[in-house]
């Protein structure tokens, strides 16, 4: 799958080992996992077979992302940016959003 991030400043983030671990400690382990998953991945369907990652729609104002835990409570945000949301398979292109605890 296709992987971007919403700001330059997110990517940075994710890119470097030394400055995620600085910003999100030890989740930092869990996020570079997803984010290899995400690129190993051809689409979001396979995403959703890996079980750990407990792909999810997300409600509410946040309709239309979806998530993937890392280390509870703390998801990935993403976004599809092609295909039919309805069918995962067709998404090939995502956008990381963000990393929260949206609860």
């Given at each position: 799958?296709?992987?971007?991030?919403?700001?330059?400043?997110?990517?940075?983030?994710?890119?470097?080992?030394?400055?995620?671990?600085?910003?999100?400690?030890?989740?930092?382990?869990?996020?570079?996992?997803?984010?290899?998953?995400?690129?190993?991945?051809?689409?979001?369907?396979?995403?959703?077979?890996?079980?750990?990652?407990?792909?999810?729609?997300?409600?509410?104002?946040?309709?239309?992302?979806?998530?993937?835990?890392?280390?509870?409570?703390?998801?990935i945000?993403?976004?599809?940016?092609?295909?039919?949301?309805?069918?995962?398979?067709?998404?090939?292109?995502?956008?990381?959003?963000?990393?929260e605890?949206?609860?």
């Amino acid at each position: 799958m296709q992987v971007s991030f919403s700001s330059n400043k997110f990517k940075k983030i994710c890119e470097d080992e030394k400055i995620l671990k600085m910003t999100y400690g030890d989740r930092a382990l869990s996020v570079i996992q997803r984010l290899n998953e995400f690129q190993a991945a051809e689409n979001l369907h396979d995403i959703l077979r890996l079980p750990h990652t407990r792909l999810h729609r997300l409600k509410g104002n946040m309709n239309g992302y979806f998530a993937v835990d890392i280390k509870q409570p703390y998801r990935i945000i993403i976004w599809p940016e092609n295909g039919n949301r309805n069918d995962l398979k067709t998404i090939t292109k995502i956008e990381c959003v963000k990393i929260e605890d949206y609860h």
